[in-house]
């Protein structure tokens, strides 16, 4: 039995028309997926518990960039990592040789680390790419009746909702994944692609408090976005709670089950 339901109407392309085919967004989530659990049995040797010391509020960023480094490695070398921290978007793409030859303007390399000239090529670059965005979504509020799942506890059965977070409203070319803990280790459970997300699409962007609170600027996806992005689900863990909890009308609805009867 396969490991994902693939949902092979999905086409990852951006407006250039770049295809990243399915199984390349397989291979990459599994690749991503044995990179944690081995960074997991790694760390436990030492008693250590690498999530609990990077907490919930990191983790979804830290499942992001393995699963975009995962991405890039499964890409037949067409989408490569922004050169900048703070660029966008994520993985650039490069699947022409003009691109990559631009992009070699764009940097300098120093004993085989490339560093980046200027911000501003690589935020947006030129010919554009796949954003990345991950999210474990939402469980309800602790309470005298109610234990909120912590770290390391499976979370979908008790999951009523998920979105994903940018920090600006023109994110488009979604590549985003839903991920949970199983076995204690985070795992991507579902993938998603929209190149449709408009500016309406995101909230209003949230400024950070002074003296405390937010750090960065922040925009979160609103309906209509998760909308987009659960028609274009890509991947669901063939699982029965996965597919349960994903198969309801506000998600990805009946399809989900459909397609698993097919396949």
């Known amino acids: 039995m396969s490991k994902y339901i693939v949902n092979s109407e999905t086409k990852i392309e951006t407006n250039d028309g770049y295809v990243l085919d399915s199984n390349s967004v397989i291979n990459a989530i599994e690749f991503c997926n044995d990179a ?7 760390t436990n040797k030492f008693d250590i518990n690498i999530f609990e010391i990077l907490g919930m509020r990191n983790l979804s960023g830290f499942v992001g960039e393995y699963f975009s480094k995962s ?22 793409l490069i699947n022409t040789p003009i691109k990559k030859d631009y992009l ?48 390391g506890d499976k979370r979908i059965n008790d999951l009523n909702g998920f979105d994903w977070k940018a920090h600006h409203r023109k ?13 204690e280790v985070p795992t991507i459970v579902a993938c ?10 995101w909230g209003r962007i949230v400024q950070p408090r002074e003296g405390g609170g937010r750090t960065t600027s922040v925009s979160i ?9 659960c028609d274009g689900w890509v991947a669901v863990l063939n699982d029965v709670d996965y597919i349960n909890a994903l198969s309801q009308a506000k998600w990805i609805g009946p399809d989900l089950k459909n397609k698993k009867d097919v396949d």
């Not at 947006?124 to 965005?133: A, L, Q, S, V």
């Not at 994110?171 to 076995?183: P, S």
């Not at 998603?192 to 699409?201: A, I, K, P, R, V």
């Open 221 to 229: 996806m609103g309906r209509t976005g998760i909308r987009k992005m």
């Open 71 to 92: 991405v890039a490695f499964n890409s037949n070398n067409n989408l490569t990592s922004n050169l900048h921290q703070d660029g966008y978007p994520d993985l650039l």
């Open 104 to 151: 070699k303007t764009l940097y300098t390399e120093v004993n085989g680390k490339k560093h980046p000239i200027s911000k501003e090529a690589f935020s947006p670059f030129k010919y554009g790419g796949i954003e990345i965005k991950a999210t474990c979504g939402s469980v309800p509020s602790a309470s005298q009746k109610y234990i909120k799942p912590s770290i």
């Open 36 to 42: 944690i659990k081995e960074l997991y049995e790694m």
């Open 192 to 201: 998603f692609y929209s190149n449709q997300l408009e500016e309406d699409d």
């Open 171 to 183: 994110t488009n070319n979604l590549l985003a994944v839903l991920w949970d803990f199983i076995d």
